[in-house]
């Protein structure tokens, strides 16, 4: 893993024939980066935005049964980022597991593209007012097969690309001016960039040209992203691997199941230190002891059957060094918080479901011969997003720093709050404009007629979508400056990974939620909060002020969350003790975030 070689410059950097080279990494490799993200993002994006178009049109799936299919999709995309950082953290390193998870995700794409293409993996076209015929299995098995090699191949991109372009900089570098958080917030702009063009152009594409050529496209965008970011290899920092640190985490259970019996030691010091065998994991500093979670201490505790030698390792089964218990005691803590960005993710699902079903029935019209795709619509979604990170990074973090006094502005915590309000506020305005939109179709007799285009504007949507997007940008943005910042420095692709199981669950809770709601709520009269074929005859509204009150609650967790949290000690090597390179600061702010 990266910590074996955090600040260690190889012997091909420092020299090349006898001749000093430069150091690798830096800002050189963001293009190489950045062209790869930008491509994969442009790729992924493109072909799932309007996917739902593509089931429902193409294949002919019930509405219920498409959303879940997609948000089931996307849950396990963002569920299998576990076993890429796992893998990534182990023995394959960063570099080698997102390249070859890109070509995983390459060849789900072609599959998919071919399976649009031939009119044998899908079903026939409509005819008039005939019944549709759906996908039969052999055809959706392609579908799904396809779907899972996308699901696999993001498990190993995800979690990797923006920890590897974390990785670039090295904050010991004094002469380095970047810093993580600007990085973050110039790589989720590249991304929201990609995303744009992905649901401008291409969902445009799809719904005008053909769905052949609008998910060749993105496959051909996937084909380039590999070689733009394998063309970078001789100028990348590869930070190498040096064991799972899941193994590290079982360890430290263990021993202190083991110990379990144990009478606590009256002073931490007496606990077991080894900065020998600590020294691979913690090039930035060691972890110092914690007060909390004192059952896992005796993890630490040494007896004489552990019969330390001089010099010798012991059974890291049975004895653990402080460090690594510090390094489980941190994942912990960081649970509760990662957590509650859950119900944020399934607020924001709604977009490329049931909001996207809004739009079909509204006017789209820019011009008299020129609509926008309703697959498009997250395009304002995106664009809020843009906006907001740059008078973010430009304007807000000036501001906020001469209040302050720190760096970055206001603290991650400080970030993801206000994300959460956003985010309320966003799908509160949507159960009002399903109102509005639902009273024009009233007006003009349109309830029975769900094909026919409702007398109202699409611009009724636009603060929906926009306040989902201002949301991203601070939400998912802190949420990966807290995930990098306070998980231990060996597992920061564990980290990575961990904020988008956040996701993972976040779509799966769409998917229950969907579910219950569209099972409890229907009437013997065959009426549904959401139903399958007119959206004019259901309560869609309800939906979304359940999901608003769902985050409402889950806001005050968050507050306690915050108000309990402990930041990451650590003990800087030849300095005195101090916290993690911002906690300082955090520390600082964290009672602001409550008292507010």
Not at 37 to 59: D, P
Request: a positive charge; proline letters at 4%.
């Amino acid at each position: 893993m990266e910590e074996q070689s955090k600040n260690k410059i190889s012997e091909e950097e420092k020299q090349h024939h006898g001749k000093p080279s430069r150091r690798k990494g830096g800002f050189i490799t963001m293009p190489f980066i950045f062209a790869n993200e930008m491509c994969e993002k442009m790729a992924v994006v493109g072909f799932h935005s309007n996917m739902i178009s593509y089931l429902t049109t193409q294949l002919h799936l019930p509405l219920t049964k498409a959303a879940n299919t997609l948000t089931n999709f996307a849950g396990t995309s963002s569920l299998t980022p576990l076993v890429g950082a796992f893998i990534a953290d182990s023995f394959a390193g960063r570099f080698w597991t997102i390249t070859f998870a890109s070509i995983i995700y390459q060849i789900g794409m072609t599959l998919l593209t071919i399976s649009a293409i031939l009119p044998t993996l899908k079903p026939p076209p409509c005819k008039g007012e005939e019944v549709c015929v759906v996908a039969d299995t052999a055809q959706l098995s392609v579908l799904y097969i396809a779907l899972l090699l996308g699901a696999i191949g993001s498990g190993g991109i995800r979690p990797c690309v923006v920890a590897f372009g974390a990785d670039q900089f090295d904050e010991s570098d004094p002469e380095q001016t970047t810093k993580p958080w600007n990085y973050f917030n110039w790589f989720y702009f590249i991304m929201g960039a990609a995303v744009l063009v992905a649901v401008t152009v291409l969902v445009y594409i799809q719904d005008n040209v053909g769905w052949g050529v609008g998910l060749g496209i993105p496959t051909l965008a996937m084909f380039l992203s590999v070689i733009a970011f394998v063309g970078g290899f001789r100028l990348y920092r590869h930070l190498h691997p040096s064991g799972s640190p899941f193994t590290r985490l079982i360890q430290v259970a263990v021993a202190a199941f083991h110990k379990r019996k144990l009478s606590m030691v009256s002073d931490h010091t007496l606990l077991y230190f080894n900065d020998e065998i600590d020294a691979t994991i913690s090039v930035d500093g060691i972890l110092t002891h914690t007060k909390h979670m004192s059952f896992l201490d005796k993890a630490a505790i040494k007896t004489e059957e552990d019969n330390l030698k001089s010099g010798q390792i012991p059974n890291l089964w049975r004895l653990s060094t402080v460090h690594r218990v510090e390094e489980l005691k941190s994942v912990i803590r960081m649970g509760p918080i990662g957590a509650s960005g859950i119900l944020l993710f399934t607020a924001y699902a709604q977009q490329g479901t049931f909001s996207l079903q809004q739009a079909k029935t509204m006017n789209r019209h820019l011009t008299k011969s020129f609509q926008i795709p309703a697959g498009s619509m997250s395009v304002f979604t995106t664009i809020a997003m843009l906006c907001t990170i740059v008078f973010y990074d430009r304007i807000f973090v000036k501001i906020a720093r001469n209040f302050t006094g720190l760096e970055r502005g206001i603290t991650f915590l400080h970030r993801m709050g206000i994300g959460f309000i956003i985010s309320f506020i966003a799908t509160l305005v949507a159960g009002f404009v399903e109102i509005k939109r639902k009273q024009v179709a009233l007006e003009h007799g349109l309830l029975d007629k769900p094909h026919t285009v409702i007398p109202i504007s699409f611009m009724w949507l636009i603060p929906q979508y926009s306040l989902h997007g201002i949301a991203e940008a601070f939400m998912s943005i802190g949420s990966l400056e807290f995930f990098y910042d306070q998980a231990p420095e060996s597992m920061r692709s564990t980290a990575m990974a961990l904020f988008w199981m956040s996701i993972s669950i976040g779509n799966y809770a769409s998917t229950l939620l969907v579910t219950l709601v569209h099972a409890f709520s229907a009437k013997p009269d065959g009426s549904n909060w959401l139903p399958d074929k007119n959206l004019n005859h259901g309560r869609l509204e309800y939906f979304y002020w359940l999901i608003t009150l769902l985050q409402a609650i889950n806001f005050v967790y968050y507050l306690w969350c915050t108000k309990i949290y402990t930041y990451k000690p650590v003990q800087v090597h030849h300095s005195k003790e101090v916290n993690s390179p911002v906690s300082g600061e955090l520390q600082l702010s964290k009672k602001n975030l409550v008292d507010a």
